[in-house]
């Protein structure tokens, strides 16, 4: 009988090779799910396979159950087997290698046979790798470079995966009576892109019991540090966890100083010099419960000490926010509820997992009042781009669903923006849309002339449009385009053009300073989900934490604007 963590790598093991495959990227998604409730599992994990009662598991449907108890039983997957007969060998290790697709890692095994990223690595290194099909000099040095990289293994993960792992844990402590309260601080509390440990403060007047309760949370897998205070550990999938516990007291100080960043506390610590003050005492500001239980008021009289209002912890970075904060300038940040909108979404016409319908009744259950539909233009083939004949049938849809929903649904594209610097679709279909959101999918490896020669081409068409994720980046995956983006920031500010920024956790594109440089410029956005699925409107909290990191104001945000006013705004 196999462990927990034993079959949840298998299931994570075939949700890679589905996701290789490219045949169905939910279903792999699933097994990804299923292996993080796995880890994360607080009950008796025998006791739910011996009792068939897997389904009763968050994210485990029958489907996976079936798996589960096949590898808890045999220690051996029958669609693990089958999946990696169907791939050339090391398929999954190679398909590590950034742009390493499957077409091109079957013509490296069958022309070199080439089966690991060692072979790989020597198979450039004597100019072999040149020669294959789909393959050049260029090709083969950029292969080695990213081998390279790879070889220094990145100990950062993702924002919303640090996210959803410190939500477990904090349910976890939050169970026992002893605590007083918790919150999960450092770069997670500063929502930065990645994060490399969980910190999470404790305040309690009885460590023993909350230090106990963390040691027996169901993903820790080894502990190091360990006093009555504090302690470190490592979770099922890597990532370390930091448990703080401090005195009800101290909470807010250690809350404030955990948070970081270090250059903004230490730009705190000279202005308290030169006003002989301190930012590292406890907080007397009445009740220590009650302060405990509100980190902002009470990082709020850590502030007022030095003269200043409360600092958003998203801005927290020495970059200017001292200074803008002590000559009371500090903007008023963007909020989730003042997001009216639902933006960039796609369905099923596209490669999008849910209906109009479905999609619209999700945006209305989140407190909508809007929502476009911008599905793939046919140049995106790979994402069942929409063709004419089909685009007027979604059209058709939008309008069937329109009578059976109250929120205002708009019709809207991602339009590729081609190599030669157009817009997909032609000028009498563009005009016809309630929204276009213009987006690079292809060759984004031009170069930086030739890419920003590109984006003003698209920026000078009178249409109006939203740059969508504007510079591509993939976060630890593929770096932005090359582009001269002051230069084109200024092409934006001189159109009619709006900036998306995206919500989708692999790219919160743009990054917070050049949304700065353009809310300087005084551009519009949009926050938006890119939203594949209903699960994926939860994207939105991760794009309006990248908007508050670019300093923006609700007034700076489209999608804040009533249904009326937000269509009028972004009409073509």
């Not at 301190?278 to 009289?301: K, L, W």
């Not at 929409?386 to 594209?413: F, H, M, N, Y």
């Not at 009178?462 to 001269?484: D, M, T, V």
Request: glycine share 6%; proline share 4%; aromatic share 6%.
């Amino acid at each position: 009988m196999q462990d927990r963590f034993y079959v949840a790598n298998h299931l994570r093991a075939i949700g890679q090779l589905l996701a290789l495959k490219r045949e169905n990227p939910f279903k792999a998604q699933a097994y990804e799910r299923g292996a993080h409730a796995l880890e994360n599992l607080a009950e008796d994990f025998d006791a739910f396979v011996r009792a068939h009662r897997l389904p009763a598991i968050p994210d485990i449907g029958s489907a996976l159950a079936a798996v589960i108890e096949e590898v808890y039983q045999t220690g051996e997957s029958y669609l693990l087997q089958q999946l990696r007969a169907q791939l050339p060998p090391g398929a999954l290790e190679l398909s590590r290698v950034p742009g390493l697709s499957l077409k091109k890692i079957a013509a490296l095994h069958d022309q070199l046979a080439i089966e690991s990223i060692d072979a790989l690595k020597t198979a450039c290194q004597e100019g072999l790798v040149r020669n294959v099909t789909g393959f050049g000099k260029k090709s083969e040095a950029k292969l080695l470079a990213d081998i390279a990289q790879l070889a220094q293994p990145s100990d950062r993960f993702l924002l919303h995966h640090a996210l959803s792992a410190a939500e477990h844990l904090l349910a976890h402590l939050r169970a026992a009576p002893e605590l007083i309260v918790a919150a999960a601080t450092g770069a997670l509390r500063r929502r930065q892109e990645t994060v490399r440990q969980l910190i999470i403060v404790a305040g309690t007047d009885q460590p023993t019991a909350i230090m106990d309760r963390f040691l027996c949370f169901p993903a820790i897998r080894t502990t190091s540090e360990l006093t009555e205070r504090e302690c470190l550990a490592q979770l099922a999938d890597g990532m370390k966890a930091r448990l703080i516990i401090a005195e009800p007291q101290s909470y807010i100080a250690t809350l404030h100083r955990s948070t970081g960043s270090r250059a903004h506390l230490d730009g705190l610590a000279q202005l308290a010099a030169r006003a002989e003050k301190s930012v590292r005492d406890d907080i007397d500001a009445g009740d220590p419960t009650e302060i405990a239980a509100n980190g902002e008021r009470g990082e709020t009289a850590l502030y007022r000490r030095l003269g200043l209002p409360y600092i958003p912890p998203e801005l927290r970075e020495n970059d200017g926010e001292l200074e803008a904060a002590a000559a009371g300038q500090l903007p008023d940040l963007l909020r989730l509820e003042d997001i009216q909108g639902m933006t960039h979404c796609h369905t099923d016409f596209s490669d999008g997992a849910n209906s109009i319908e479905e999609m619209a009744q999700a945006a209305a259950a989140m407190g909508m009042k809007y929502l476009t539909i911008t599905d793939h233009s046919p140049t995106a083939f790979y994402a069942r781009g929409v063709q004419i004949d089909r685009l007027l049938a979604q059209w058709e849809e939008i309008d069937r669903v329109q009578e059976r929903v109250a929120i205002k649904l708009l019709r809207g594209t991602e339009s590729d923006i081609t190599e030669s610097g157009t817009l997909d679709y032609p000028d009498y279909i563009l005009e016809r849309f309630d929204v276009i959101i213009a987006s690079i999918h292809a060759r984004n490896k031009m170069n930086s002339a030739q890419m920003t020669d590109r984006l003003l081409k698209v920026l000078q068409l009178p249409l109006f449009k939203i740059w969508g994720h504007p510079l591509g980046r993939l976060i630890q995956s593929r770096a932005p385009i090359e582009c001269r983006v002051e230069e084109i920031l200024d092409a934006v500010a001189a159109s009619r053009a709006a900036i998306e920024i995206n919500g989708d956790p692999h790219r919160l594109d743009l990054e917070p300073r050049w949304i700065r440089r353009a809310r300087e410029r005084g551009i519009k956005f949009i926050v938006s989900t890119d939203a594949h699925s209903t699960r994926g409107m939860g994207n939105l909290h991760f794009g309006v934490a990248m908007a508050r990191r670019g300093w923006l104001q609700r007034s700076d945000v489209l999608n804040t604007l009533e249904p009326a006013a937000f269509a009028r705004a972004v009409h073509p």
